[in-house]
């Protein structure tokens, strides 16, 4: 098959499903127990130099306990898929994380205007881009976890973003048309926050999903950080609720208000006056540099980050704006 | 007459070309205060959709991110992005929202950096998001952006979500699909539209108290007038009451 | 794109999504009540010479009051889907409504054995054929319900059903390797059957899916058959539970126990004794002309139907059974 | 010495192929009912599938079909084909049973048709269902099959799940995933593998009582025969007390 057109845009990852089943050939598929703390979660599955995919979508479910985690120890070279990437695109880039990056939408944080150190990261020439869409993203894990090499679609048809991405060109061999191919996504380790998983790693996602079902099976590894463990019986009772199966799942970590300072659908609602506090501080270099010390850097986990920003008492606040719906977002 | 701020005209005026029973995906910002002023004025049965799933809310207020709480509160389906993408693919959705730091005169939109080097843009903007999914796949798709020279470029740095492309069937002959593309671009100075075999940005409408020069000298590339253009119809009271008291009663998007 | 293999099976519905873009756009979006008799929905859904697509699999969650209400409406030229159909292709051969079939699985009714007259049907050569796979079948939904004209797949790699469908082989721009293509399946009508739905045709399903979501999707007009209608209010207190969301769908008709005699899950089991009737009559063509008349053709409705098998006496032990799970299924 | 006949004999020497911690996309009958038997003796944590999307189930009783209420009962979840389908696709699925009407000497198998003219069948038969995704995408298929000359033919009339093709590297040649493939064939008189370049059907075990001349006079193509064959394992009087009173306590399937 031969291609009309071809983007010229890395292509981080093999998007082959040969070389992917060859690894979930080996993936566990008993159901044994996967709590671990954050910690030891980052530090077994997300070694130096790995691509990673974060579940969520612009602050919402973001899975921030471990983006902290993974700027503490000081990963460095990681590969990134930025689908709407927003606080967890800014909290890597803070760290200086990653040096490649799978565009769809960064540096800004949507209504909330534009991380400047995040932008002036994507600036300095340190990291390498290829350019997507989100759907494109959404396309490429779906790929992976149809386990095929390419999806096609029209997006990026007549952008530019083709020509910085690796899609190619191809005819429907039915109608003649063009459409663009969507190479299969496969990430090393895909780090998702969700509502309730078991210890096994069964998760349940509320509110959208986004595309985190097919990030989940895409992924040669999953990290699962939950607002809670329930019990696996919850979810033998009723079988409709389950979006990521266990045998999915490499760890499980329970870290209530670990999508903070993010919205938990269901849960709380963000905390608009801390991210506001993380944009403004990023205007003064050694101010920001001291804000990182602060809440990472020198905190132990993010239990004590938490603790700084107000703890039980700022969570319930959150909690109530999460229900109390015609508060507004600025409250 | 009734007072308002260019942001409430705008609204309104997006607000207009929203019919009943038509679908929209909706962004945070003027476009949603635009969709949900639809839906208690003219479009009750507006169908809204956001992009990371949400399908058919009853909003309570103002998203901050198009996948938040929000945008599932009593809503028909919390889905997936897969699903508001593909419904736009099918050709469910009538109506998008977009934006961009640059436009030019056939409607393609610039929303991923200033410069003429990828690699090392002068600015590194956010990147498509979902706006050129929606610009490739919605039926017609609506631009609300202050009217600024630099914004209305000869050329944008890069073509985040494609619009006529370089006019006529180029949109067409690049793939996208037949019968879709830009429809109205909503400034606080008019409205224009792309009625004409060439497809360029043609003023159809002066809003109350701009002139066609003014408009021009704000655009960075040659407008074409509409030989029908006329006067922008003004957000009427029931509008702004309803916009200022039960679409942004905090003033978030009408207060900027 | 050149195909390296183009089998050559009729491709009986245009895969182009162009053409399906025209025919959704017009699609009604506002919510408007949908609720109509069976005999309306089929009357004005379902004309002679159309493509239709039956929800289900196995003999479970089938619409069979609408299957019936299709043969005595004396339907004639449909196109069919054949996805795992047991007993729905069982009662559409029975009365000889369709003339083409995308083949997956039919004329059996798995463990239960095989439908004489169906087979028989097949073998008259009235039916034109394109041979498929079930996953075969459900990437073509999928694919439709995308808004693409094709999705790849190895499914029909090496297998002869390649050469009767009308999948082509490509070669992976990206791996060089060889990939069957799906083409999209658009068809003109779905009929579904589900478990609650409301007045505007928002529908929850227990159970499994098969491929329903997609081909709800993926059809140009939707019929949902309900085992019952509930309150829009009950879906929007909480928005997880819909799969087909109302803008799919055009017609809703109530009608419990509308899956008699197969397996509704969650409501009741299926009929063992009743299906096993149909098996052993159409051994006697005589005696099956009668029992069609006596259960199709010369019966008012499907409620008629119901009564004849047991009625509400019946269809109590089938709720029993479908609960009371160590009863086995010949009970 | 345990009495048992050929079906219980079939269903025990299947379970003991399933290893714990694998995965299985089972069917109705047999193999449904051997996986439920590796679940209670070897292999309590066998991941059972089932290919309309019923998830890990704990099964009270046989399915009559593969997409019925027992396949959800006590399941991790009710998901969908493309599910099932996708897992298998993904390299996540360990085994599949299959079986067919016929089945040749490279494993490959025909549940479409009998007859040489696919627009007029001789016979109709139900087709590949899922069984032609299975067979390419797991890993290692099983065949529980009745050991009858017309079976076992030198040719069948057509592939609907493909084994090995024509043999050696055939079935890689044609895009099929790099070892995936016929892994065991289980009839009434012996167990049969592939474990050859060729990737003939050959001989692993015989049956008790059961001679090679026997497996040769009903097999309709030349077989090998494995130089480590040796005999089969019989039944246990656990396997059987576990299938008898709790697998199939009803008889439906081991009392055919």
Redesign the interface.
């Known amino acids: 098959?031969?291609?009309?057109y071809?983007g010229k845009g890395a292509?981080f990852m093999d998007?082959?499903?040969?070389a992917?089943?060859?690894?979930?050939?080996k993936?566990?598929?008993?159901?044994t127990g996967k709590i671990m703390s954050v910690r030891d979660a980052v530090a077994k599955f997300v070694p130096d130099g790995c691509y990673v995919a974060i579940g969520?979508?612009?602050?919402?479910?973001v899975p921030v306990a471990a983006m902290h985690e993974i700027v503490r120890q000081r990963k460095k070279g990681l590969g990134l898929s930025?689908h709407?990437a927003?606080h967890d695109f800014q909290i890597l880039a803070a760290g200086e994380c990653f040096d490649r990056c799978d565009?769809?939408?960064?540096?800004?944080l949507?209504?909330?205007g534009?991380s400047k150190n995040a932008?002036k990261y994507?600036?300095s020439?340190k990291v390498?881009?290829a350019?997507?869409?989100?759907?494109?993203m959404?396309w490429r894990f779906?790929a992976?976890?149809?386990?095929?090499?390419?999806?096609?679609?029209?997006?990026?048809?007549?952008?530019?973003?083709i020509?910085?991405s690796a899609s190619?060109?191809?005819?429907?061999?039915?109608?003649g048309?063009?459409?663009a191919?969507f190479?299969a996504l496969y990430p090393d380790v895909a780090i998702i926050h969700v509502n309730d998983a078991d210890i096994y790693g069964?998760s349940v996602i509320?509110?959208?999903?986004?595309?985190d079902?097919?990030l989940a099976?895409a992924a040669k590894h999953v990290i699962i950080t939950c607002e809670r463990i329930v019990d696996?019986e919850e979810?033998?009772?009723d079988?409709?609720q389950?979006m990521i199966?266990?045998?999915c799942v490499d760890a499980v970590c329970e870290i209530p208000y670990g999508g903070y300072p993010g919205?938990m659908?269901?849960e709380y609602?963000?905390d608009?006056a801390h991210l506001k506090e993380w944009l403004e501080i990023e205007e003064d270099a050694a101010a920001f540099k001291k804000f990182l010390d602060d809440n990472i850097y020198n905190v132990k986990d993010f239990g004590e980050y938490l603790e700084r920003h107000g703890g039980i008492e700022r969570m319930k606040e959150l909690r109530k704006l999460?229900f109390i719906?015609?508060?507004?977002?600025?409250a | 007459m009734t007072d308002y701020n260019s942001m409430e005209l705008m609204i309104c005026v997006a607000a207009r070309f929203l019919e009943n029973g038509a679908s929209i995906v909706v962004g945070t910002g003027a476009p949603c205060a635009a969709a949900m002023l639809a839906q208690r004025t003219a479009a009750p049965d507006l169908l809204m959709l956001f992009e990371a799933g949400g399908i058919a809310p009853e909003l309570p207020t103002m998203p901050v991110s198009v996948g938040d709480s929000r945008t599932t509160h009593r809503a028909l389906m919390a889905s997936s992005m897969t699903e508001t993408m593909s419904l736009a693919a099918r050709g469910m959705v009538d109506y998008a929202f977009l934006g961009g730091a640059q436009i030019d005169m056939f409607g393609n939109l610039n929303s991923t950096m200033i410069g003429d080097d990828y690699n090392r843009p002068k600015v590194r903007l956010p990147g498509s998001g979902g706006a050129c999914d929606l610009a490739t796949n919605c039926w017609r798709t609506i631009v609300i952006t202050p009217h600024e020279k630099r914004r209305f470029a000869a050329k944008v740095d890069f073509v985040t979500s494609p619009g006529y492309l370089t006019g006529g069937n180029s949109r067409y002959e690049a793939g996208l699909p037949k019968g879709s593309g830009p429809y109205k671009i909503i400034t606080n100075l008019a409205v224009m539209g792309f009625e004409n075999p060439e497809r360029r940005m043609e003023v159809e409408s002066l809003h109350p108290g701009v002139t066609i020069e003014q408009v021009k000298e704000n655009t960075g590339f040659e407008l074409l007038v509409s030989k029908k253009m006329k006067a922008t119809k003004p957000p009427d009271a029931t509008q702004l009451k309803i916009l200022r008291e039960q679409v942004d009663p905090h003033r978030y998007i009408i207060g900027r």
């Open positions: 098959m031969k291609a009309v071809e292509l998007p082959d499903p040969d992917a089943r060859e690894h979930f050939r993936k566990n598929r008993e159901m969520g979508f612009g602050g919402v479910r930025g709407t927003t565009v769809a939408y960064i540096v800004g949507e209504a909330r534009v932008r994507m600036e020439g390498k881009c350019e997507w869409t989100n759907a494109g959404a779906k992976a976890s149809l386990g095929i090499p390419f999806l096609i679609g029209r997006q990026s048809l007549g952008a530019d973003s020509k910085w190619k060109i191809i005819e429907c061999p039915y109608t048309k063009q459409f191919t190479p069964n509320k509110g959208v999903s986004i595309a079902e097919d099976r696996t979810f033998r009772k079988p409709h389950v199966p266990y045998f919205n659908p269901f609602f963000s608009e999460e719906t015609d508060a507004g977002f600025e």
